[in-house]
């Protein structure tokens, strides 16, 4: 998962051999040019998820951050994520897995048609964008180490899986995210490309809901950060803001600390229908300027 340009890789994780070999160098190369001529077939940055290659470290890692987060979420998560993780059969005693009768997409499709779909590491935003308007989110299928528990900088199954895919299940988050993507094909301008990263920053990863008069955790980065997840909703440092999408839109971030800006949603519906006057507005603006080519 990811929309940050490169072939990075993990090379502190215990099954970094996942994600090596001609499949996925092949995947990430696809991924790396996607758009340019000849290479439109958004398909095939996808890979196989070879479950056989985790370890057994690497499912205590799974259950390790699972009981974590499990102790924690049940009363500060939102109930839209909760209600999402039991729909799809999110376990503690293993990985998820993305294909077959027990695979997380086998009870997701029906709900919502969204898909979980594997990929080698970080895709550049036109095929993290792609991915989204077709309705399949890219996974990263290797796991933090137990060395890293706390904090990786890069996403993870965990982070992809257990933070993202519950919210996938609901069909108001589930229409926005679609929608974002399409929005987000729909423009090369620089100034939109950095506002609906902003936007995806301070809502699908780093966001807060209210519910029931209290503020609850959905974003990715915080429900899947033991200690994250704490410092959003406790801490005096954080500032806690109303959501507006322009002014979240505005709102510069940093990836490497706690975020010290957070905005608070007051229902999903409230986002989608923010993203839907956005993407109208992208479409007026690419016609306008094909009117004027």
């Known amino acids: 998962m990811g929309m940050t340009e490169g072939d990075k890789k993990y090379s502190g994780s215990l099954n970094h051999a996942m994600i090596d ?3 996925g160098h092949a ?7 996607f758009g340019e001529p000849g290479r439109d077939d958004i398909t095939k940055v996808y890979i196989r998820q070879r479950y056989d290659g985790y370890t057994a470290e690497n499912q205590q890692s799974w259950q390790t951050l699972y009981d974590r987060q499990m102790a924690y979420l049940p009363e500060h998560a939102s109930e839209v994520y909760l209600r999402g993780a039991r729909a799809i059969n999110l376990v503690r005693d293993h990985i998820p897995y993305l294909e077959g009768p027990k695979s997380v997409n086998h009870f997701l499709a029906p709900l919502t048609g969204w898909q979980s779909r594997a990929v080698p590491g970080y895709l550049p935003a036109k095929a993290f964008f792609a991915c989204l308007a077709r309705r399949e989110f890219p996974t990263t299928v290797v796991i933090r180490p137990k060395e890293s528990l706390d904090y990786l900088p890069e996403p993870d199954i965990f982070h992809d899986i257990f933070g993202h895919v519950p919210l996938h299940a609901d069909p108001v988050f ?12 729909l423009t090369d301008d620089p100034y939109h490309t950095e506002r609906l990263a902003r936007l995806f920053w301070f809502t699908v ?21 033991p200690g994250e997840s704490k410092h959003a909703l406790t801490s005096d440092k954080v500032d806690r803001r109303p959501f ?15 975020q010290p800006i957070l905005y608070v949603l007051e229902s999903f519906e409230q986002l989608r229908d923010a993203m839907n006057s956005y993407a109208t507005r992208l479409i007026d603006s690419a016609g306008k300027t094909a009117v004027h080519a």
């Open 21 to 23: 070999g001609p499949e």
């Open 205 to 225: 990863e780093f966001g807060l809901i209210r519910e029931g008069g209290k503020v609850k955790l959905y974003g990715s980065g915080l429900i899947s950060s």
């Open 27 to 33: 995947a990430q190369e696809y991924a790396n040019h």
């Open 244 to 258: 507006d999408l322009d002014t979240v839109c505005d709102t510069g971030f940093e990836i490497d600390h706690y």
């Open 174 to 185: 589930a229409d926005f995210l679609q929608t974002y993507g399409k929005a987000a094909l």
